[in-house]
């Protein structure tokens, strides 16, 4: 056993690496999204499909996934019930889970204590001090993940059907929303029943970006999941914490808005989440890789 | 063509009415939910299971409903594509749609001018000013609803994980909530995951009992319910507009909630939902039932 599988998988995308006994990235790959709670069958498919790529990208492709072990940090992990069924699915000789916001901590951190917070299509917050962690949110779109790009994206969506029945004042914003459903309420409606956050998601730049420009909804949005943020990291961080990384796709929109006290203490992650599932797998599976 | 077949269906249940030509109810029934763009193929069996009860409740199980022509307002029809579908699937002589705001607003006010609002497990708004209609929301429980007991639910299940998260203060009714998901926020984050709207309008009611006895998130809860309530009527009254009549399971308690000048021109609907079903399918089909 000379290799081991990681995979970072969120509601975006998944990415696996193809890592030697010393941690080297061998081969990469990226598929589709790999969120456990909320599609598991899409989940474990999205999986072998970057497991092959990442073989294939190394040169491997002769590798047997049945031979490598995997360690696999997955979006919903937390609140899944679903993870051994997956296991049971996926071909890989040991199959391990953490959720994604482990790995992103051992990857943004290393060993050291600090927070991180990932703001992405969902998000979630988490801190370690010491042997203490705090954690707060990774609850998902439906009741859960505010300030992620799904929410804010409802959000626009639910404001635009508001500004279209006159119960809200309608924008620039609003109106350029309007228009990318051809001005009919009903396929904004039909779009979001159908929707995964990923979806919803793709709005959340347009929000920020409106809102740059003094847009009354995108201000409005982007201050209160701002709000939202602020309130969440004052429930993970402590007393003379000295790290905050803000990680995901909505870190830099988010960076220069966040409260003084957290912007004084942002640092540059040390590596990215699927690094931090090597770490950790390489940990867990360190007895049966060979060491060369 | 001595008959009528007239539904009302909506998040919660699918009633049923056959009807004479002159109105009359022969017969009734009641099944499960209804909503045409949540759920096509459950809305389908629960009207077929709604006919067959009607006729049995008349006593005229022989009646063939291939005989006899329906009229059904439906939750869900003013944002869906299915209607053609489902009217291809459903064993009726003839089958017209309206949505489920229209048959009510005709059940309650007849043909005179007024402004309804539906507080059940969706929300909509519908107004008649001589030829003129205003309408609000009725949108759905993603990215709509606003006020509704769905919309009530998940967000009181969301300050539920806020609360555990310790980002937003917990109170008695939080605890309470936590405590029927054994404590384990996986457990609500799994319900939400799969439920339908109707699931998460159960938690309504005790959002108004806790604001009833003070409790802080259960009040701030039907503060923001209410404010939009009061929203969505400014946007769908008019100066001088005399009549307001509240339907659904919430009807009751924001009736003495909302604004002074809304309670001002509350009215006694004049019937229900399913009259106006009636009414309305009387005018459409009045050409084919024969008049005793």
Not at 20 to 29: K, S, V
Not at 151 to 180: C, E, F, K, N, W
Request: hydrophobic residues 45%; aromatic residues 6%; contains cysteine.
């Amino acid at each position: 056993m000379d290799f081991m599988l990681a995979f970072d998988g969120g509601g975006t995308n998944c990415r696996a690496a193809l890592a030697g006994p010393d941690g080297t990235i061998l081969g990469r790959a990226t598929t589709g999204p790999a969120n456990i709670s909320t599609d598991p069958a899409g989940a474990a498919q999205n999986i072998v499909e970057a497991a092959r790529g990442a073989l294939a990208d190394a040169g491997r492709a002769d590798l047997r996934m049945e031979n490598i072990p995997a360690f696999l940090g997955l979006a919903g992990a937390n609140v899944s019930s679903h993870t051994e069924d997956l296991a049971a699915h996926l071909p890989f000789r040991q199959t391990r889970f953490s959720d994604d916001a482990v790995i992103a901590l051992q990857g943004a951190l290393g060993d050291a204590d600090g927070v991180i917070a990932v703001l992405g299509t969902g998000s979630v917050y988490l801190g370690r001090n010491g042997d203490v962690f705090s954690r707060a949110g990774g609850w998902g779109f439906v009741v859960g993940d505010l300030g992620s790009g799904a929410r804010l994206g409802r959000a626009l969506l639910q404001d635009t059907l508001l500004a279209y029945d006159r119960i809200m004042p309608r924008s620039p914003l609003t109106r350029h929303v309007m228009s990318q459903f051809d001005d009919e309420p009903a396929r904004l409606v039909a779009f979001a029943i159908d929707e995964k956050p990923v979806g919803f998601a793709r709005f959340a730049p347009l929000v920020f970006e409106y809102a740059e420009r003094g847009d009354m909804v995108g201000t409005a949005l982007v201050r209160g999941a701002v709000a939202h943020v602020d309130a969440a990291l004052a429930a993970v961080t402590w007393p003379g914490c000295e790290t905050l990384c803000l990680l995901g796709g909505l870190a830099p929109l988010y960076a220069q808005r966040i409260d003084a006290q957290f912007r004084g203490i942002l640092k540059t992650p040390r590596g990215d989440a699927l690094s931090g599932a090597i770490e950790l797998g390489l940990r867990v599976f360190s007895s049966s890789l060979k060491k060369e």
